[in-house]
């Protein structure tokens, strides 16, 4: 199914929950990659994605987060990305042409863990190539389209675009905004509608996820709608903030408080909507009956989403605030 024609059948979009996480409790153990999961434990895998279909989803993600050369040679398993990437693709691929509903394939495109020259060993031609093998083995598998997620440079963002491109994939891009309203290389949410507008084709959609909590995360939605009001924009936020309980993350979301986090984000003016980090199939099936009764309302400013959802973890820094270590040297 294409995401631009189920985008064309409905208002607003169901994306899954997190795959790292609940994988996590499913048994994977920390340190190992959980793309080769797909190989060794493709039962869990498909019981992960039919349990989000179950819960309403209309796109869920591909565990191939991971699934490029340089992050798969930490595990000396860089020699099999295109059969990971495809195996990966086919896992989803089985749920969804079972859901007995149209459901949409992303094959998932993580960051590589390089930075871009000249702050790291990366260039653009590197990158592109390093995404497009990537790609290809998604696009062998079945998967409809590429997302390109929790992405942090505007470079490796275009890059990732360009591989889609080059492949021949439809492609959404979304970033993580979780240094003080901000990607950690200094990207803003009002930057991402126009951040591969001159690639052709442009993305279907772009937006935000993971990041420091569903606050934070529904004000840069905001900014992005503000910035292009009539751009497809995904929202795909945290269950809450993470919290350690000894060895294990949890995370403070609720059920009823990632339903709320769904109807803000329709408000916010978001079209796909879905979690990351923390979100299980019944918080996923909470926002799905959210979405459903919801009729769009006034959209929310930040003090409506802290007072709904809670306060800001890291929010954007004052243009006028003094830098704080100039304000300790001078005392």
Not at 29 to 50: T, V
Not at 166 to 190: E, L, N, Q
Not at 201 to 220: E, I, K, M, Q, T
Request: aromatic share 4%.
């Amino acid at each position: 199914m294409r995401l631009t024609d189920l985008l064309a059948q409905k208002p607003v979009l169901l994306a899954d929950g997190a795959t790292g996480t609940n994988l996590f409790e499913m048994g994977l153990m920390s340190g190992d990659p959980p793309e080769i999961w797909n190989i060794e434990h493709p039962d869990r895998i498909l019981a992960l994605h039919q349990s989000f279909v179950d819960a309403g989803a209309d796109i869920i993600l591909t565990n191939s987060f991971g699934d490029n050369r340089r992050r798969l040679a930490l595990h000396k398993l860089d020699g099999r990305v295109k059969e990971l990437n495809a195996i990966a693709a086919r896992n989803a691929r089985k749920v969804a042409d079972g859901a007995g509903r149209p459901v949409v394939v992303a094959g998932s495109v993580g960051p590589t863990g390089d930075l871009f020259v000249p702050l790291g060993p990366l260039t653009e031609e590197d990158a592109v190539e390093i995404f497009a093998e990537q790609i290809e083995g998604l696009k062998e598998g079945g998967a409809d389209v590429i997302w390109i997620e929790t992405m942090s440079a505007a470079e490796e963002m275009r890059a990732a675009a360009k591989a889609a491109v080059k492949v021949g994939m439809p492609y959404t891009v979304t970033a993580s905004f979780d240094t003080a309203g901000k990607t950690m290389m200094g990207i803003p949410p009002a930057s991402m509608p126009g951040v591969a507008a001159d690639i052709d084709p442009r993305p279907v959609a772009v937006g935000a996820n993971c990041g420091v909590g569903a606050s934070d995360l529904l004000v840069s939605i905001l900014s992005m709608t503000e910035a292009d009001p009539d751009a497809v924009i995904i929202a795909k936020a945290n269950a809450g903030i993470p919290q350690f309980h000894g060895d294990h993350i949890h995370y403070s979301g609720t059920p009823e408080l990632m339903a709320e986090y769904a109807r803000l984000a329709v408000d916010a003016g978001a079209r796909i909507i879905g979690g990351c980090c923390g979100t299980s199939p019944a918080h996923l099936a909470a926002m799905r009956q959210a979405i459903d009764s919801h009729q769009r309302a006034e959209r929310p400013d930040t003090a409506k989403v802290v007072a709904e959802i809670g306060p800001l973890v890291a929010p954007p820094k004052a243009a006028s605030s003094e830098d704080p270590a100039r304000r300790r040297r001078r005392h």
